[in-house]
């Protein structure tokens, strides 16, 4: 087996000098990307546990924990979900009489689990900008590796 040398390209002075700004700019977005996600993900955690919310003892998974993730945020979506509906009869807020007392109660419901879905994106969003800066990171960091170096000026 042979191995065959390819030519190195040769690139001027103006496309070595983008191609070093893009590398930077890389890793430049990365940082404001995974500072941004975990400053996010801090608030929003810090925020459910200001609450004080314990997920219930007849959840399915996480029973007992405090709320302050997306998981015990899911949980506890998911109990509130599983009791309102017990309560009204397998019935949906929409699904209930104008009249029916338990209306309100299942609207509250509703609520709660919509404001404990909206943190569970947030802290999904939040880990994709986590994840997108770290790879944008190591993108701009190939970038400048593999870079030529920049021109020298002639005098």
Same mark, same amino acid.
């Given at each position: 087996m042979?191995?065959a040398?390819?030519?190195?390209?040769?690139?001027?002075?103006?496309?070595?000098k983008?191609?070093?700004?893009?590398?930077?700019?890389?890793i430049?977005?990365?940082?404001?990307?995974?500072?941004?996600?975990?400053?996010?993900?801090?608030?929003?955690?810090?925020?459910?546990? =200001?609450e004080?919310? $314990?997920? %219930? *003892?007849d959840?399915?998974?996480?029973?007992?924990?405090?709320? !302050?993730?997306?998981? @015990?945020?899911l949980?506890?979506?998911?109990?509130?979900?599983?009791?309102?509906?017990?309560? =009204?009869?397998?019935? $949906?807020? %929409? *699904?209930?009489d104008?009249?029916?007392?338990?209306?309100?109660? !299942?609207?509250?419901? @509703?609520?709660?689990?919509?404001?404990?879905f909206?943190?569970?994106?947030?802290?999904?969003?939040?880990?994709?900008?986590?994840?997108?800066?770290?790879l944008?990171?190591?993108?701009?960091?190939?970038?400048?590796?593999?870079?030529?170096a920049?021109?020298?000026?002639?005098?």
């Amino acid at each position: 087996m042979s191995t065959a040398t390819v030519p190195a390209t040769t690139l001027g002075a103006t496309k070595v000098k983008v191609l070093k700004l893009i590398g930077w700019a890389g890793i430049l977005g990365a940082v404001v990307m995974i500072i941004g996600g975990g400053v996010v993900w801090g608030v929003v955690s810090s925020q459910l546990a =200001a609450e004080k919310i $314990t997920v %219930a *003892e007849d959840a399915s998974f996480l029973a007992g924990a405090p709320v !302050v993730g997306p998981f @015990s945020a899911l949980a506890q979506a998911d109990i509130i979900n599983h009791h309102a509906t017990d309560m =009204a009869g397998g019935n $949906t807020y %929409a *699904e209930l009489d104008k009249e029916d007392p338990l209306r309100a109660t !299942v609207m509250n419901a @509703s609520f709660l689990r919509t404001s404990l879905f909206t943190s569970v994106v947030s802290f999904g969003v939040s880990a994709f900008a986590i994840g997108m800066g770290i790879l944008s990171g190591l993108f701009g960091y190939a970038i400048l590796t593999l870079a030529p170096a920049w021109p020298k000026k002639n005098a």
